[in-house]
């Protein structure tokens, strides 16, 4: 190592052993790949991806140590002066749990831009077989998305907009599910057709019978009058949610 090296430990190289009678090669550090992934991810980078720009573990333990990384999640952190924003918890989240991990409900519709807020705990889907603690924040759903129900917007895997309504809907419930369905119909953003065809697959989700009550109302007449129309059906059949 050299003495410029030697001032500035954030220049540690690890070693990266082969094959047993192989000789040990050096992974060399990838400053601007680092910064290129953090700001891509609006701050957050997880282990994996620091090490593969040639940090080391006790490079990363030193930086958390001395507050120049702060911990957003299992093996996720939020580098230096960036800002603990919603956008940022959001993408934590998805890549604190995988691959595999799909932004799904309410928190997807707020990634969509169907809502103005995010919500305080995200929900993400992920395959039944995956075994996952409880976080902090975040609402683990045990579920296959298909390839087919999901998208990925601005660097996050994310349900599609048709089942993202149709998921924000039963999860927010009669009003502010017609108010999701509403937005996104009258932006052109989803085809009645398609929800009602989606949501004939669908008959064993929670909160299935709010959305058919939404599909119903949404499909008698204007778009724009569901939200109301949904108010006054909650107030006569005394359904509060």
Not at 34 to 49: E, F, P, Y
Not at 69 to 77: D, I, K, P
Not at 127 to 156: E, L, M, N, Y
């Amino acid at each position: 190592m050299t003495h410029s090296a030697a001032l500035r430990p954030e220049l540690e190289i690890p070693w990266i052993r082969g094959r047993p009678g192989t000789v040990r090669t050096r992974v060399s550090l990838d400053e601007k790949r680092l910064h290129r992934t953090v700001r891509d991810q609006d701050g957050a980078i997880r282990l994996d991806q620091a090490l593969a720009c040639g940090y080391s573990h006790t490079t990363v333990r030193r930086k958390v140590a001395a507050g120049e990384w702060t911990r957003l999640a299992h093996r996720v952190y939020l580098v230096g002066s960036h800002r603990r924003t919603p956008t940022v918890l959001v993408r934590a989240a998805l890549l604190s749990l995988g691959g595999d991990a799909v932004l799904v409900g309410p928190a997807a519709a707020w990634w969509h831009g169907l809502t103005d807020r995010c919500p305080d705990v995200v929900d993400v889907a992920v395959p039944p077989r995956r075994q996952h603690r409880t976080r902090p924040g975040i609402r683990i759903v045990r579920r296959v998305v298909p390839r087919a129900a999901s998208d990925t917007k601005r660097g996050v895997r994310v349900t599609t907009l048709p089942h993202t309504v149709l998921d924000t809907a039963a999860a927010l419930g009669l009003v502010e599910g017609a108010r999701v369905m509403d937005t996104a119909l009258q932006r052109g953003a989803v085809a009645l057709p398609i929800l009602e065809r989606l949501h004939e697959g669908r008959a064993r989700r929670r909160g299935n019978p709010v959305v058919t009550r939404l599909l119903t109302l949404a499909a008698g007449g204007a778009v724009s009058e569901a939200e109301r129309r949904a108010h006054r059906c909650m107030t006569a059949d005394g359904i509060t949610g």
